[in-house]
Nanobody
């Protein structure tokens, strides 16, 4: 059983930064890709960023490029999302997810409960 616990969300003003963390347990963390997704009120969940098992490959949604950085520390079983220059449109519940494979080619089949990020204008 995989457990993913997000932290680091909160209420910030536009232009501020936040760093989200996702602590994982229950399966070999270093053997699986990880990802961040988000869901804004009234919208479908959308992809934000993903990172391969060793951190050598990353992928970003267009909305996250140049502002967000995904990273992981396999020694700590933790993944991070550094979010800079936050905008009100970034307001959403942010979820971390664990992938099927080491690479970014598989599905994400384990999900955390989410952490709320609210950006005020």
């Amino acid at each position: 059983q995989v457990q993913l616990v997000e932290s680091g969300g909160g209420l910030v003003q536009a232009g501020a930064s936040l760093r989200l963390a996702c602590a994982a347990s229950g399966r070999t963390f270093s053997g699986h890709a990880m990802g961040w997704f988000r869901q804004a009120p009234g919208k479908d969940r959308e992809f934000v960023a993903a990172i391969s098992c060793a951190g050598l490959s990353t992928r970003y949604a267009d909305s996250a490029k140049a502002r967000f950085t995904i990273s992981r520390d396999n020694a700590k079983n933790t993944m991070y999302l550094q979010m800079n220059s936050l905008k009100p449109d970034d307001t959403a519940v942010y979820y971390c997810a664990q992938g099927t494979y080491c690479s970014l080619s598989g599905d994400f089949n384990w999900w955390g409960q989410g952490t709320q990020v609210t950006v005020s204008s």
